[in-house]
């Protein structure tokens, strides 16, 4: 027994010194990409240098499909007068599941709805109203269908006049590609903050979940609405209240109704959706958003393969969450939120 003690009580040693260490990313970085501020935080074996590549691999995603760079795949696609562009695997998968979510939201995710973006300002800062006729020109160019993708051959075209941007679903994707990597890599502990899409791998070091704050949108994001708790997921916000702005005491935001080429107006001042695919949260926070709540709910309820929950903020200041959060979600003190059921 006895000779054996000093080798269990350096073991234990070690144990807790690996324990402690535990606490802290083992790296972790800031980077301005896709028009935003990300925070990577890496945790375990090797964490700086993977760190490091996620960061990489943003910056690449970036450069395929910064719409306004004339370097990029998207960019590409919008100015090849309707000819077939090549693409990337990346921007042919993202594309791939991106229009089979604008299909199943019946068009209220809709990629082409960049001419509406436009003509408000939002891609320039000069913001303006248009005028109805503008608007209503504008409505006809706005139809995912006529994108045509071949996935196969990794290439796609437009026709000419139209155009499409994927700021509704780059940093879902982009969440979800660095979030398989990391796993692929043996990192089991990882939480990338890619401008207010959250992406989890696995839990804390210490094996609880992550606890992620929820901004509250009638104080412009300045205070919690509540806290999630997720392991492995992915926390997607869209919101009227992150770019927007105010003529003549109306607020004009950067997400657009494809039915009327103007800022979605369905009673929503938030959507958060948290589920396992990044790609889906973030088509859907945009898509529902669009929707408003009764039809949002209405979507839940028929698409139970999709796993997500939600949490829907009205512009009135009620929120609605989904069943599945009643035991992850903590609303801030005060706060009632009514539940949606299946
Ligand atoms: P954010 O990028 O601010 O987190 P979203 O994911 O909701 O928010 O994406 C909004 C962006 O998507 C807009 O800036 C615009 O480029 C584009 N967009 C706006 N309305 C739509 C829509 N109905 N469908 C698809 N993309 C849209
Ligand atoms: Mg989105």
Redesign the pocket.
Known sequence: MRKHAPAALALAAALLLAGCAQEQPSASSQIFA???VMSLEVYGDGAEERAAQAAETIYRLEDLWD?TDEGSEIWALDHSGGAWVDLSPETAELLDQALAL?ALTDG???????P??RAWG??TGDYRVPAREELEALVPL?DYTRLELDAAGARARLPEGMEL????????YAGALLARQLREAGTASALLSL???IQAVGARPDGSPWRIAIQDPAQDGQAALGVVEIVDQAV????GY??YFEEDGTRYW?????DTAAP?RGGLSSVTVIGADGTVC??L???L??MGAERAADFWRDHPELEVELILTAEDGSVQITQGLEDCFEPAQGLEAAVIAP
Request: glycine share 10%; hydrophobic share 45%; charged share 15%.
């Open positions: 896709m028009d935003t719409v604008c209220a995710l809709d990629l082409t709805a960049y509406a973006v939002f891609t706005i941007d994927l700021g509704a679903v780059a940093k879902g401008g207010g899409n997607v916000t869209s919101g992150q770019r950067h997400i657009m109704d494809p979605a973030d088509a926070s945009t898509a958003f669009v």
